[in-house]
């Protein structure tokens, strides 16, 4: 089995590029140092143990005479950390950004000189995403640039007009190459897709509502640093945004084509359906096919508390003749059914996966939480000693209501079941250490990983390289598991680990 740990010494849109490939900094070799002995923050690895990206601070950009650096509260400080692209292992070719990659690691979405590409790992193939957008100044919590569905088969990218004002939205097959265009009305601040992928959203704008004179989104004050190398603390102030801009209006479309789309009263996207205020107070399923179907009636007056992608049903809270009384219901294609009712102040329910098909509720007038199933359309009281931190088809994590998870229970609900759980590991030792730093800070990946190859391949790919190149990996181990760096972390002046990593094999 092989785990990547910390080495003694303590990452024309249907064409292929023809470029020169830069020269490896060092042999290719799996089973040497990856990285460079400078700060690192971890970026990505290969599912099967073939590149994994970095970002290191190697040169004293703050002139101060030394490298380093360390983590604040807001991010990174100290000498400028950089993404690396390392294939095999050496100390890899500098990239501008990297987006991301296919659930198998076989593609690649990154920026490098400039361009944007989608490197094919096993092919050794590079395509150049021609005239893609790729400023991401737009002041929104993840990337302007790429957007990738939940299942990392597609991504979204921005290809601007030149003849007018706009932009063509592309959804792209990874695997295929394969392209559906949109074309947007206005200027694009963000396009991305619905949970399940059945939808593109895009916020775009299309209204000078500033009056200014011109169309524009909500900018960044400061340019982002690339994904892998920013911290993951965006600070109580969040995105800076500079000047004055438009509103944007969120657009919708079937992710395998059609025409972008207003919804007026969108509430938000659910499986092949967009829920939306109707007339009257009504919440109208909008689905892919075109069909409006009433999934709540308008005497509920309703407010969508939650909603079940996968069962199609929806959490609503329906107000009475008394304003402070709410009538839980389940509601879908079929289904209207009323669950129980709340005393509050506010409507408040849990948040999480739209896969789940369990969430809870809660009762000012008693002081009490509710779990509803949305599948067998029942809630049962959680116990008033216990509070719920996570929902599952089985059953429903408790713990004390005052204090930690020193105590666990797996409650069954249907059978009015306790069961005594172990003490809650922290989160390394539950993920699996298999990497550690001497002050103890630790990477660590999801799944025990397989067996490095027998003989490490003798070269890798660059992310550009000659057209016509045939030459292919060595065989990879396949299902290797993502890896999450939980090492820069602190919240305070706390150097940054050094590298390089190399692959070894864990004892057992």
Request: charged share 25%; proline share 9%; glycine share 10%.
């Amino acid at each position: 089995m092989a785990a990547l740990a910390l080495a003694s010494c303590g990452g024309g849109v249907r064409r292929t590029i023809a470029a020169p490939r830069p020269a490896p900094a060092a042999p290719a070799d799996a089973s040497g140092p990856i990285g460079s002995a400078h700060p690192f923050t971890f970026g990505a690895a290969d599912p099967s143990a073939r590149w994994v990206v970095l970002c290191q601070a190697r040169e004293d950009s703050d002139g101060d005479g030394a490298i380093a650096a360390w983590t604040t509260r807001y991010g990174a400080e100290g000498d400028a950390l950089r993404p690396y692209l390392i294939f095999g292992s050496g100390e890899g070719q500098a990239i501008d950004d990297f987006f991301g990659q296919s659930a198998d690691g076989e593609e690649l979405v990154l920026i490098q000189r400039g361009r944007l590409l989608v490197h094919h790992v096993g092919a050794r193939r590079t395509e150049v995403l021609r005239g893609a957008d790729i400023d991401d100044d737009a002041a929104t919590l993840s990337t302007r640039v790429v957007s990738f569905d939940r299942q990392r088969r597609r991504i979204a990218y921005l290809v601007p007009r030149r003849r007018e004002q706009g932009a063509d939205v592309a959804v792209r097959t990874l695997k295929t190459g394969h392209e559906v265009r949109f074309h947007a009305p206005g200027p694009v601040a963000h396009a991305y897709f619905s949970e399940g992928g059945e939808w593109l959203l895009v916020e775009a704008v299309i209204e000078d509502t500033n009056h200014d004179g011109e169309l524009s989104y909500a900018r960044r004050a400061e340019a982002p640093q690339p994904r892998p190398c920013w911290r993951p603390f965006l600070g109580c102030a969040g995105i800076p945004i500079a000047g004055d801009y438009d509103r944007e209006i969120l657009h919708v479309a079937p992710a395998t084509g059609g025409p972008l789309r207003v919804i007026p009263g969108r509430l938000r996207t659910v499986g092949p359906w967009v829920l939306a205020l109707g007339p009257r107070g009504a919440i109208i399923a909008h689905g892919l096919d075109g069909s409006v179907t009433e999934w709540v009636p308008p005497t509920c007056q309703g407010e969508l508390l939650r909603a079940s992608a996968g069962l199609q049903r929806a959490l609503v809270a329906c107000r009475g003749e008394r304003p402070d009384v709410l009538s839980i219901e389940i509601h879908g294609p079929g289904v209207h059914r009323t669950i129980g009712s709340r005393v509050v102040h506010s409507v408040r329910s849990s948040w999480g996966d739209f896969e789940v098909e369990r969430f809870t509720t809660y009762d000012d007038r008693d002081d009490a939480t509710y779990v509803v199933d949305m599948r067998d359309l029942r809630e049962w009281r959680v116990p008033d000693d216990r509070r719920v931190i996570d929902t599952f088809d089985e059953g429903v994590v408790l713990v004390p209501r005052v204090g930690g998870a020193a105590k666990r229970w797996r409650w069954s609900p249907a059978e009015d079941r306790l069961e005594a759980l172990p003490p809650a590991p922290d989160e390394a030792s539950e993920r699996g250490v298999f990497a550690e730093a001497k002050d103890g800070r630790r990477l660590v990946m999801l799944n025990p990983p397989p067996a490095l190859p027998a003989d490490p391949p003798d070269e890798q790919p660059a992310p550009t390289q000659d057209e016509g190149d045939d030459s292919t990996h060595s065989p990879a181990p396949r299902d290797f598991t993502m890896i999450v760096d939980l090492s820069p972390v602190a919240l305070h002046r706390d150097p940054i680990p050094l590298g390089p990593l190399v692959w070894r094999r864990p004892q057992r």
